[in-house]
């Protein structure tokens, strides 16, 4: 169980375009999940708390009109990059909160990644 | 505040063991976790210590002592496999966790 997705796994865009990427939890409810970005060889930044049914709450340093999120159901959340640009070529990871597992309420569960190149 | 410590990087020989040292300080506790993550891949739960001492899991263990903000993750019998970064995590007081900055581990045979 606690099994996330996302998609696409990869993509390229042109810069000045938008990409979305899409998070879901499948066989579980996740009422909040989690927005982070990697860079190689580095720790995951987290960037968003993406809360369902209310808007999503920034880190310091991140534009929330560059990078909207939107929790629309249990089961997914989405994040877009707006006006990409070379910069924003990241590893970008999603995760869900699964309460009552060995994490205790703590505990996420990560998406698979999607690698963005912005050209 | 929040504030993870580990080792950038490590080396080990197949077959041994090695100890990944993970020191924090936070304002409250809520529990530790070890995360693995293989390049180009997302982290996968490993452990979770919320009381002091030593939980084993296999070849993996993980040790906890809330006093001195000190955690460590013991790996036995080493593969190949296990290259890959340790992360360390905790959860802050709004329940974010928040992560150091990993251990890449390289095994060699």
């Known amino acids: 169980g606690a099994v996330v997705s996302q998609h696409p796994s990869r993509v390229i865009c042109k810069s000045g375009t938008s990409v979305k990427i899409e998070c879901r939890s499948l066989?579980?409810?996740?009422?909040?999940m989690f927005w982070y970005r990697q860079f190689p060889k580095k720790s995951l930044m987290l960037m968003a708390t993406?809360?369902?049914?209310?808007?999503?709450?920034?880190e310091q340093g991140v534009e929330k009109d560059k990078f909207l999120i939107n929790h629309a159901s249990l089961t997914l959340s989405t994040l877009t990059v707006t006006s990409a640009h070379p910069e924003d070529s990241s590893f970008y990871i999603c995760?869900?909160?699964?309460?009552?597992?060995?994490?205790?309420?703590?505990?996420?569960?990560f998406g698979p990644g999607t690698r963005l190149t912005v050209t | 505040g929040q504030n993870i410590d580990q080792p950038t990087e490590m080396t080990a020989t197949e077959g041994a063991i090695v100890q990944i040292n993970c020191t924090y300080q936070?304002?409250?506790?809520?529990?530790l976790f070890w995360y693995q993550q293989h390049a180009g891949e997302a982290p996968t739960f490993l452990s979770y210590?919320?009381?002091?001492g030593l939980e084993e899991k296999g070849r993996f263990s993980s040790f906890l002592s809330r006093s001195k903000g000190y955690s460590y993750l013991l790996l036995k019998e080493l593969q190949m496999k296990d290259s890959a970064s340790y992360l360390c995590?905790?959860?802050?007081?709004?329940?974010?966790?928040?992560f150091g900055t990993g251990t890449r581990l390289q095994v060699f045979p």
């Open positions: 210590n919320v009381l002091d």
């Open positions: 995760s869900a909160r699964a309460p009552g597992l060995a994490g205790g309420i703590y505990e996420q569960y």
């Open positions: 993406s809360n369902e049914g209310s808007k999503a709450t920034y």
């Open positions: 995590a905790v959860p802050d007081n709004t329940d974010k966790l928040i």
């Open positions: 936070t304002s409250g506790f809520n529990g």
């Open positions: 066989d579980f409810q996740a009422t909040t």
